[in-house]
């Protein structure tokens, strides 16, 4: 389990043990989806780093432009947009 696994798992353990709806706020509410959402982004940025990783292993001259195409090819894979 990562780090965002256990953030969210606390929050949502977190706000079913709440009974008192005035306990949980919409604060809390914004900090799980933000947590769910770097953990899609960290996903994402993950997916380009293998494509660039994979890329490296078969090309032999590797420049800035290869890394480039390599991580708009990984980002495109992941579904980011910009």
Do not use: Y
Not at 11 to 19: D, F, G, S, T
Not at 31 to 36: K, M, P, S, V, Y
Not at 47 to 73: G, W
């Amino acid at each position: 389990m990562n780090k965002f696994d256990t953030i969210i798992d606390a929050l949502e353990l977190a706000r079913n043990e709440i009974h008192d709806p005035t306990l949980w706020t919409d604060k809390v509410d914004e900090a799980l989806a933000a947590a769910r959402e770097l953990r899609e982004a960290h996903a994402d940025m993950l997916a380009a780093l293998r494509v660039i990783v994979a890329v490296s292993e078969i090309e032999t001259s590797f420049s800035l432009q290869t890394i480039k195409n390599c991580a708009n090819i990984g980002i495109k894979q992941a579904g980011v947009t910009k």
